[in-house]
């Protein structure tokens, strides 16, 4: 097959024409990020169909370069990994030159070792995706602040104490571009509604009964973020119900809207000093005659 058009797509979108690709980069190491050192250390006849050639153009791929090649009746791309950088770059290219020619592309990722057969017309529309998703994500990342009260119980942090749960094992509630959810969001019981053009709320675990929804929605809607108290979250101490100060595997939610991560990790535990834990010969909180002690105390002064 006579060789066609060969060209490099750097990293960061630069198009080199070449002949050769191997010999592109054995000439001017430096232009991908290889010294001459480097390259003669793959060994001589570099520009043959040698193993040799095959590793130094396999280095350039590693180091994010595109090998592309035009022949009569398809299109040849190598390179390491497929993400969106990668099918921008390809299609740029394609629209640029030639654009007319053979639908057909033959992809060869590196990394996974697949070969793929697209046509021009499935990566545009890849493409148009890839554009979408990066204009609805933003939207989606945008720091909320909390919601004035619990989604459950609808008590304010203030009446309740203790922190905000955002997510937790076994409930969560966020927001995802309505576009990828396979039904059109509803009303339907337990399934995303949509707050606006672009965005719907999903719901997860058993929580989110109709009320619940409701505020979580209207939260969103006033730019908020829904939250659960710990109490209705069920992160409070089992005997004495005070809120547990550390949650493993919970997203909390700060008064500025920025959501942090309990690790998953042992310690933790009621931290209530007048808690007594199950089974201890420990009077009770409630009528201990230490709190009572310290009630008259604090009634003397
Ligand atoms: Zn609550
Ligand atoms: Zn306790």
Redesign the pocket.
């Known amino acids: 097959m006579a060789l066609g058009d060969g060209y490099w797509i750097g990293p960061d979108g630069y198009v080199r024409k070449v002949y050769q690709h191997v010999t592109d980069v054995a000439e001017h190491p430096e232009v991908f990020g290889l010294t001459r050192e480097v390259v003669d250390g793959f060994g001589p006849c570099v520009q043959d169909k040698s193993e040799a050639s095959d590793r130094l153009r396999l280095a350039a791929i590693m180091l994010g370069w595109i090998r592309v090649r035009f022949y009569k009746t398809h299109r040849s791309i190598q390179l390491f990994r497929m993400n969106d950088r990668e099918l921008r770059a390809i299609v740029k290219l394609l629209d640029e030159i030639n654009a007319h020619d053979p639908e057909q592309i033959k992809i060869h990722e590196v990394f996974t070792g697949k070969r793929r057969r697209p046509t021009v017309g499935q990566l545009r529309e890849r493409v148009a995706a890839a554009d979408e998703r990066a204009r609805i994500q933003p939207l989606i990342d945008h720091v909320r602040l909390p919601a004035e009260s619990?989604?459950?119980?609808?008590?304010t942090l203030e009446e309740?104490g203790g922190s905000r749960v955002a997510a937790c094992m076994w409930f969560g509630v966020g927001l995802v571009a309505a576009g990828k959810l396979k039904r059109p969001p509803g009303d339907s019981a337990g399934g995303p509604i949509r707050l606006d053009e672009d965005l719907a709320v999903v719901f997860g675990g058993s929580v989110w009964d109709d009320e619940p929804r409701a505020r979580a929605v209207a939260a969103f809607r006033a730019g908020r973020r829904p939250w659960?108290?710990q109490?209705?979250?069920r992160k409070v101490c089992e005997t004495c119900g005070a809120p547990l100060p550390f949650m493993p595997g919970t997203d909390v939610l700060d008064d500025d809207g920025r959501r942090w991560h309990h690790m998953i990790a042992p310690g933790g535990g009621c931290k209530n000093p007048r808690c007594a834990p199950p089974g201890s010969t420990q009077p009770t909180p409630m009528d201990s005659s230490a709190d009572q002690a310290e009630e008259s105390g604090g009634s003397d002064e």
Do not use: N, R, S, T
């Open positions: 619990c989604a459950v119980c609808d008590k309740v659960l108290c109490g209705c979250a």
